[in-house]
């Protein structure tokens, strides 16, 4: 699922929005506009297991997923060299 979303550059601190594709991504890599300087995103802390159970006639069942919830702004951090 694509999504846009609102970045905040480790180098020049100015923030912009880019759309990216966040599902099943663990880390993004990012360009700031303003001062091209190349970003990494982790978006690891942002996700968390999900569980739905459905209830029916059958023995339960269960799906596992995973949610993203996202702050405003997402800092980025340097990239290793």
Not at 12 to 26: A, F
Not at 65 to 75: A, F, M, R, S
Request: glycine letters at 4%.
């Amino acid at each position: 699922m694509k999504k846009r979303l609102t970045f905040q550059c480790w180098h020049c601190n100015r923030e912009y929005s880019l759309t990216r594709e966040v599902e099943g991504q663990p880390r993004l890599l990012v360009e700031c506009p303003y001062c091209e300087k190349e970003g990494v995103v982790d978006l690891a802390p942002f996700r968390s297991e999900a569980v739905e159970i459905f209830k029916s006639v059958d023995p339960p069942r269960a799906r596992a997923g995973q949610n993203l919830t996202l702050p405003e702004v997402i800092p980025t951090v340097q990239p290793e060299e």
